[in-house]
């Protein structure tokens, strides 16, 4: 734990709001939004001629699609901070488009693209356009980014661009052998400004960063191209009037087909990939009350298809979600999709006013703006984290098909890449054999999945064991097909059979053989592969009949050997220590060395029950650093001041809220709560015990219940089974008002940076329930990926039929 807090400045919260009774002049937010829309449309317009100028396209059609971008995606789609414009992920097929077919019948493709991203999202299918390996995306990016900035470097150099990468790469001597020093000139000062900007160092330098470092290169290399009197080839703007439109596609069918379903997937998947990126970094950069809604990635991909249709229409590029303009709207601080909007009216305004302004620009300063655009494509962050998860085969091979082949063949051969390392990794399996000293026992283990793949080198391995002796089977994996069942079924009764013996254990340690095979008929999921047995540990527990019979004497043998299950315990303990050790520490090594340097930094405080059948990693598919977790029975919070309160709870609180400063605190309790049971079950005038006194915490959830003051709590529409699970749900709300009593928490929810949940987990249905307050009673609906806007129908407590009668003794 670190001494001291580690400060988060709200600089992007919410808009305060007007003075009572004091008109607002502008809609909340209007101002932020205004100031971030000039920032974003200081970078959007030099990058849209640049994209123009790679593509080949005329230089108006990256304005036209920065305006359709801006406005239409802006208003219709479902990521409110994004801001799209002329694809930089398209800018290789784009200019492949043109060579082949033209600049009209391209626009026609983009309509066309357009098109089909709005049946995709009607279909709802734009979280499966996520389900490309990342590696492959990053590796497709990276090649568009490589094949961007080789050819936009003969531009650099003072001479003109090739068809292909590969030309461009063979054309380079001739290039460097011939240099032009004016545009070589004023491309260096603009890549020099571009870099430096961000790093001016200083009060003055930070006044000055304001200014978007794209627009200061560029209007450095323009103006020194115009006071140096260079004779360059510079921005040439025609007339609106001789603008051109699409045209009916000309070519083959196939090919013009292809050519959609390019456009469409690398469009679609650039759009969305962006809009998650823009959530995670509004997430990381503002307070709880100062984000807007998470994207809708249909509504996004509906909104990218009819920015697409319009920029066709227009004569305008293909639009995406772009990184760069995104980051920059989210950092300027705007707090809608007005932002957005606005920046695409100020570029339409630019479009029409300023031309005589943008003629003067040098096409050598936008190139270079272009080519580091193209060089941080291919990120090196990227490439670690691809390094890291054990990817970098496929992100190279994506890269090398991309320049070599094009992005739809490169993206084709880096998914067949992807799905064939998968295929290997999922049929590996590493079998070996050791022999004790002495000779007496041999050891197989058997890591991995245990499939046809891997039959041949089992039966190989156990042809070598020798009858007569004591074999030791580890299954160390999570699945085991049929053929490896059978094979290794019919061995292990041939080995028996000739009189030796074997024993098959799972990851745990725990032994699985026919002695309980019984048990595993009834326990069917403690499978000899299952990693995890600790609810299956094959201790047969006698029948109630059985137990009842029992003699005093034989109860006193049972006590004298009761530290045998102790060992039974400590072995397993040692197994799974073992096994982390050797299966899953070399996994997460890295992760817990960077929170041991950086130390934690959890985004919640998660309080819940002590009871083992709640494995909180595991319910809410959390690791290292993301939860701060305090449990003790009953997910009970002491109210501040109550008699005998424990402060290791209200220190694990302020803890978490002022030190930590976590966004967010779950009290989750769970069905068949032994310590609502007990609450249920209290005997009057019973001897006070260390348990009693805790449970006396829980005394105003038993009053709510019985309360009719209070809403009820409902579960997915329906009544509590009983009033033990109607008493496990009070408890929950109970114990958030309990949380609302402590300074620090009341504190930080007055400052709308803290949001208080109520989670619910049924045991025996594995499912996990988040409670929401509906208007007149608390609705607890099913939790899946995405938290639901519920509201419950308006049912008074009163018209709800009475609890089992174990409710009237509470």
Known sequence: MTASAPTRPDQHAAPPAAPPGVPPRFPPGFTADLSASAAVFLIALPLSLGIALATGAPLQAGLVAAVAGGIVAGRFGGAPLQVSGAATGLTVVTAELIQRYGWRTTCAITVLAGLCQLGLALLRTARSALMVSPAVVHGMLAGVGVTIAIAQLHIVLGGTPQSSAVANVRGLPAQLADLHPGALAVSALTLTVLLAWPRLPGRAGRALRKVPAALMAVASATAFAALGGLSLPRVDLPSWSSHTLPELPEGPVLGILAAVLTVTLVGSVESLLSAVA????????????????????????????????????????????????????????????????????????????????????????????????????ASIARLRNVTRHREFVVYLTTITAVVLGGVLEGVAVGIAVAVAIALHRLARTRITLEVQEDGTVHRVWARGQLTFLAVPR????????????????????????????????????????????????????????????????????????????????????????????????????????????????????????????????????????????????????????????????????????????????????????????????????????????????????????????????????????????WLRHGLPSLARMGSRHHPWVRISGRLPADAVEQLCLTNVVQQLDHLRAHESVARRLAEGTLELHGMYFHVGEAQAYLLSPGEDFFDCRVFDSVLPDIKGAKTAKRDAPALPRAATHA
């Not at 920059?328 to 695409?344: D, W």
């Not at 959890?602 to 990693?617: G, I």
């Not at 690791?623 to 694990?652: C, H, I, K, M």
């Open 278 to 377: 823009t959530d995670k970094l509004i997430a990381s950069d503002r307070a709880t009350g100062g984000r807007p809604a998470r994207a809708d990635l249909n509504r996004e991909l509906r909104g990218q298809g009819l920015a697409n249709m319009v920029s066709g229409a227009l004569g305008g590029l293909p639009v995406a979600g772009g990184a760069a303009r995104s980051v920059a709207n989210v950092k300027s601080g705007a707090v809608s999709r007005r932002a957005s909007m606005l920046h695409g009216l100020w570029v339409l305004l630019a479009a029409g006013l300023l031309v005589p302004v943008l003629d003067l620009i040098p096409l050598a300063a936008l190139a270079a703006l272009v080519m580091a655009v193209g060089v941080q494509m």
């Open 458 to 693: 089992l039966s190989r391995v156990l042809g070598q064991i020798p009858h007569h002796g004591h074999v030791v089977i580890e299954l160390d994996g999570s699945f085991i097909d049929h053929a490896a069942y059978e094979i290794l079924q019919d061995w292990q009764d041939s080995h028996l059979a000739h009189g030796g013996s074997v024993e098959i254990t799972g990851r745990s340690g725990a032994r699985i053989g026919e002695a309980d095979r019984a048990q595993r008929a009834a326990h069917h999921c403690c499978r000899p592969w299952t990693p995890w047995q600790n609810h299956c540990d094959h201790r047969a527990e006698p029948e109630p009949a059985a137990a009842a019979a029992a003699s005093a004497p034989d109860r006193a043998e049972n006590a004298r050997t009761a530290p045998e299950p102790r060992r039974r315990g400590a072995g397993q303990l040692a197994n799974g220590i073992g096994a982390f050790q050797r299966d899953t520490a070399p996994h997460v090594r890295d992760e817990l060395a960077r929170l041991a340097r950086e130390g934690q930094s959890p985004s919640q405080l998660f309080l819940t029950c002590a009871d083992s059948r709640l494995v909180t990693s595991m319910i809410t598919a959390s690791g290292p650093g993301d939860l701060f977790t305090v449990r003790n029975v009953g997910n009970l919070v002491p109210l501040p001041g109550a008699e005998s309160t424990d402060d290791s709870v209200a220190a694990a609180i302020e803890y978490a809220v002022d030190v930590l400063r976590v966004d967010s605190i779950t009290v989750c309790g769970h069905s068949g709560c032994g310590a609502m049971q007990a609450l249920l079950n209290a005997t009057p005038g019973a001897p006070m015990t260390p348990l009693r006194r």
